[in-house]
């Protein structure tokens, strides 16, 4: 059994910052990327960011760079998204995955339940 389980979502207001967590137990996983998702109402869930096992190859999208930072502590088997200057925009349930280092969704095996991001105006 694989089990994600994401935390730290919130309320918060616009400018303000959340740190999501999404830990991983069940199993090791070595040599596997970890990644962040979102997506919001009526919308196709969407790729935020990126990280390789080793930590060495963090990648974004665009909307989110400089102010998303993705990390990972292997030893416990988790993932961070550190959220700042967070905009409305930002609204989405966000999920935490593990799998091939990726934009795309179909590339990653694993996925937590997500977690509600809100930012207010």
């Known amino acids: 059994q694989v089990q994600l389980a994401e935390s730290g979502g919130g309320l918060v207001q616009a400018g303000g910052s959340l740190r999501l967590s999404c830990a991983a137990s069940?199993?090791?996983?070595?040599?596997?990327?970890m990644g962040w998702f979102r997506q919001a109402p009526g919308k196709v869930r969407e790729f935020v960011a990126a990280?390789?096992?080793?930590?060495?190859?963090?990648g974004y999208a665009d909307s989110v760079k400089d102010r998303f930072t993705i990390s990972r502590d292997n030893a416990k088997n988790t993932v961070y998204l550190q959220m700042n200057s967070l905009k409305p925009e930002d609204t989405a349930v966000y999920y935490c995955a593990v799998g091939h280092y990726s934009y795309i969704t179909s590339q990653y095996d694993y996925w937590g339940q997500g977690t509600q991001v809100t930012v207010s105006s």
């Open positions: 990280i390789s096992w080793s930590g060495g190859r963090p």
């Open positions: 069940g199993r090791t996983f070595s040599n596997r990327a």
